[in-house]
T-cell receptor, first 112, second 115 residues
Framework: LAKTTQPISMDSYEGQEVNITCSHN???????ITWYQQFPSQGPRFIIQ???TKVTNEVASLFIPADRKSSTLSLPRVSLSDTAVYYC?????????????FGKGTTLSVSS | AAGVIQSPRHLIKEKRETATLKCYPI?????VYWYQQGPGQDPQFLIS???????DKGSIPDRFSAQQFSDYHSELNMSSLELGDSALYFC??????????????FGPGTRLTVL
């Protein structure tokens, strides 16, 4: 999996939009960009995945510029329950059983 | 929907004892992963199995072993426990070839405390 860099922490208030940017300068042609969310003492949870341009689901949006050297996870109108650690992972499809390699995630703190 | 089941949820052991953690993947999932997360640390991959065969191996100590059984459940066996083994142990499962790459479903974890 390619190396990624993301902010250690971010603070926000309820109702605001939060954008977390991840840098992955060495991303390869076949690599996907995947984001996970982890609450304290719980297992990580898959949020969203994309390859290029924009992907949106019921939880978040993922913006990927044309050069794919970075990506931005966008959380619309955050609430207190969005306080968690967010991990950006980059890698190709791999074979069955390929591990997730978690780097340093971004701790998002949402206040009222 | 059914989720990944892990047992026990909490386990307290003494140094040099052994422990066995169990994982029951989501029905029809054929791939199981084990991760270790120490206090304040990021999850670290230990080992994975696909169709009952070891698929990928990470930083799993030689004191640990794991296997996946015919019903696809998996067990992580830990021997000669050390204080540093105290951590949350997560099991995850996925269905090969289905869904987005790298979409794994994590269980609630087993909190192991070594005294």
């Amino acid at each position: 999996l390619a190396k990624t860099t993301q902010p250690i922490s971010m603070d926000s208030y309820e109702g605001q939009e939060v954008n977390i940017t991840c840098s992955h300068n060495n991303i390869a042609t076949n690599d996907y960009i995947t984001w996970y969310q982890q609450f304290p003492s719980q297992g990580p949870r898959f949020i969203i995945q994309g390859y290029k341009t924009k992907v949106t689901n019921e939880v978040a949006s993922l913006f990927i510029p044309a050069d794919r050297k970075s990506s931005t996870l966008s959380l619309p109108r955050v609430s207190l329950s969005d306080t968690a650690v967010y991990y950006c992972l980059v890698g190709d499809k791999g074979q069955a059983g390929t591990a997730l390699i978690f780097g340093k995630g971004t701790t998002l703190s949402v206040s009222s | 929907a059914a989720g990944v089941i892990q047992s026990p949820r909490h386990l307290i052991k003494e140094k040099r004892e052994t422990a066995t953690l169990k994982c029951y993947p989501i029905p029809r999932h054929d791939t199981v992963y084990w991760y270790q997360q120490g206090p304040g640390q990021d999850p670290q991959f230990l080992i994975s199995f696909y169709e009952k065969m070891q698929s990928d191996k990470g930083s799993i100590p030689d004191r640990f072993s794991a296997q996946q059984f015919s019903d696809y459940h998996s067990e992580l066996n830990m021997s000669s426990l050390e204080l540093g083994d105290s951590a949350l142990y997560f099991c995850a499962s996925s269905l090969a070839g289905r869904g987005p790459p790298y979409e794994q479903f994590f269980g609630p974890g087993t909190r192991l405390t070594v005294l």
